[in-house]
């Protein structure tokens, strides 16, 4: 049997929005640290390293605060350090995701609420106070963005 990240997330009652989610690890942990197993780890960390440049541009462009990417900076020498950078990376990047899905429904509901369109911007502004657009964990380094 194999798990994705988003059965992970799933199983601690948090929400997954970010792309990803076709990494797949073994449950067996004798496998844990197979060379499979790490290959697939290499794969996903350089997918998120590239999704989290990607959704760094954009939060900049819309003017939103990000995390400081500590994941970046983290050692990934041996598979347990590129497991610990790649738990932090996850986070960063679903994190962004659901900041710039929530800057999308407010500025949506914005635009309804100009065009005299009160019902549909009411809808998507409590679609914005969803749970799922919020960032689940709060994010100490918001404020020191690079």
Same mark, same amino acid.
């Given at each position: %049997?194999?798990?994705? $990240? &988003?059965?992970?997330? !799933? =199983?601690?009652? #948090?929400?997954?929005?970010?792309?990803?989610?076709?990494?797949?690890?073994?449950? /067996?942990?004798?496998?844990?640290?197979?060379r =499979?197993?790490? +290959?697939?780890?290499? @794969?996903?960390?350089?997918f998120?390293?590239?999704?989290?440049? $990607?959704? &760094?541009e954009?939060?900049?462009?819309? +003017?939103?605060?990000?995390? #400081?990417?500590? =994941?970046? *900076?983290?050692?990934t020498d041996?598979?347990?350090?590129l497991? *610990?950078?790649?738990?932090r990376?996850?986070?960063? &990047?679903?994190?962004?995701?659901?900041?710039?899905q929530?800057?999308?429904? %407010?500025?949506?509901? /914005?635009?309804? @609420?100009?065009?005299?369109? %009160?019902?549909? =911007?009411?809808q998507?502004?409590a679609?914005?106070m969803?749970v799922?657009?919020? !960032?689940? &964990?709060?994010? !100490?380094?918001?404020d020191?963005n690079?």
């Amino acid at each position: %049997m194999r798990y994705t $990240v &988003v059965d992970l997330y !799933s =199983a601690m009652g #948090r929400y997954w929005v970010a792309d990803g989610d076709e990494f797949q690890y073994p449950l /067996n942990p004798n496998l844990r640290y197979s060379r =499979a197993t790490i +290959n697939t780890m290499r @794969a996903e960390w350089e997918f998120f390293i590239t999704r989290a440049n $990607v959704l &760094v541009e954009l939060c900049r462009e819309v +003017n939103i605060k990000f995390p #400081r990417r500590l =994941a970046m *900076r983290m050692p990934t020498d041996t598979p347990q350090l590129l497991q *610990r950078a790649l738990h932090r990376i996850r986070d960063e &990047v679903n994190r962004m995701t659901q900041r710039l899905q929530r800057s999308s429904l %407010m500025k949506t509901a /914005n635009e309804r @609420a100009e065009d005299g369109l %009160m019902d549909d =911007a009411h809808q998507y502004f409590a679609w914005s106070m969803d749970v799922m657009y919020e !960032s689940d &964990v709060e994010m !100490s380094d918001d404020d020191d963005n690079e």
